[in-house]
């Protein structure tokens, strides 16, 4: 159900802002990394009107691959000076928020670029948001910075919801849950959250054929991983947590940016390919990898899985009316 809001509020925020009010034709792409939000809405049929990222690496990407130069640091960016866009998506940086990193949510500085998303959104007033980050998000201080980022999205006057979403329900072979929030201008009775597990594509989908030989560990640290852990799995990806404490599973646990090196091992024995590691995010081998590893590495670490962001953004053009079928129309016209 959405949050609704109070009829006084409503009528006051309503009648005095002028919302876009679909249909849902055009997005913008803040904090857009290397392009997940891009791919899943472009499959759904929207145009980018506005993209930025701070990191160079992540805008050479997002335009070898989308042929979009994305601005540069959201605090800099002018709202009078951006194109008008139908819906708002954004991930959010996560480290302020996830359990890597320290917890102190809002009060980080990185957490506080949340506010850019709110300045942003009252000032060109889309009709939709649709928003990314760590399911920890939803629990740091008893709730309290989720239940304040709500609120601060519905002060605009947009009905929310959020999910947390796990990939692997969503047909890819890594374990990684997300919150993800959506917020329209249009009153929803029940956000269309799909009620079916997408089955996951099994690790010999995704896994290359002939790896180049320097992703394989060294002696030292495959024996070291095999006397810790004997793995059930033909085919497995082996992971060592902070404690060093190594288990596998026949799918990968979330690739992280900051990540120790080897934390996660293919038959404990080498270490995901770029082209994996995008796949493992749903990105699709026209993909073009412009980075070197390491970029990569942080690059795909970050990134939202594509399935996710195209649920939620999916759900949004419902609630608008917006049936999906007409995808191919709208990418012709
Ligand atoms: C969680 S990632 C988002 C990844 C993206 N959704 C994707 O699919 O690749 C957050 C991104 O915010 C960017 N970022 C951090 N501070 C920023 C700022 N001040 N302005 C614009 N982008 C920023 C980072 O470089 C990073 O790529």
């Not at 690496?57 to 640091?73: C, L, V």
Request: proline fraction near 7%.
């Amino acid at each position: 159900m959405s949050q609704p809001l109070p009829r006084a509020f409503e009528d006051a925020v309503g009648a005095a802002v002028d919302y876009r009010p679909g249909p849902i034709m055009t997005f913008a792409d803040l904090f857009c990394g290397i392009g997940g939000f891009h791919l899943a809405a472009s499959a759904l049929g929207l145009k980018c009107a506005y993209a930025c990222d701070i990191d160079e690496q992540a805008r050479k990407a997002y335009e070898a691959n989308f042929g979009i130069t994305p601005g540069n640091d959201i605090i800099q960016a002018k709202p009078s000076e951006l194109p008008e866009f139908d819906l708002l998506c954004a991930g959010f940086l996560c480290q302020p928020f996830s359990i890597i990193g320290d917890r102190k949510g809002l009060a980080d500085p990185r957490g506080a670029l949340f506010r850019e998303i709110i300045r942003l959104a009252r000032e060109k007033r889309p009709a939709a948001l649709v928003l990314e980050n760590v399911r920890q998000l939803v629990s740091i201080k008893g709730g309290s910075v989720f239940d304040r980022i709500l609120q601060d999205i519905a002060g605009l006057g947009y009905y929310t919801d959020h999910r947390i979403l796990n990939a692997l329900d969503y047909g890819l072979p890594q374990k990684r849950e997300r919150v993800l929030i959506v917020a329209t201008r249009k009153r929803f009775d029940a956000f269309p959250w799909p009620d079916r597990k997408t089955p996951m594509k099994p690790l010999s989908g995704v896994l290359e054929k002939n790896p180049d030989s320097r992703y394989f560990v060294s002696d030292k640290i495959r024996e070291s991983r095999r006397k810790a852990h004997s793995s059930p799995h033909k085919i497995g990806i082996w992971h060592e947590n902070k404690g060093g404490n190594v288990s596998s599973h026949p799918y990968s646990c979330a690739l992280r940016a900051g990540a120790s090196y080897n934390y996660l091992l293919v038959n404990g024995e080498r270490r995901l390919t770029p082209r994996e590691m995008l796949r493992l995010q749903g990105f699709p081998d026209e993909y073009k990898i412009i980075s070197n590893d390491s970029q990569i590495r942080k690059q795909a670490g970050n990134a939202v899985p594509v399935p996710l962001a195209y649920t939620a953004i999916q759900g949004v053009l419902q609630v608008y009316d917006q049936s999906t079928a007409t995808k191919g129309q709208r990418n012709k016209a």
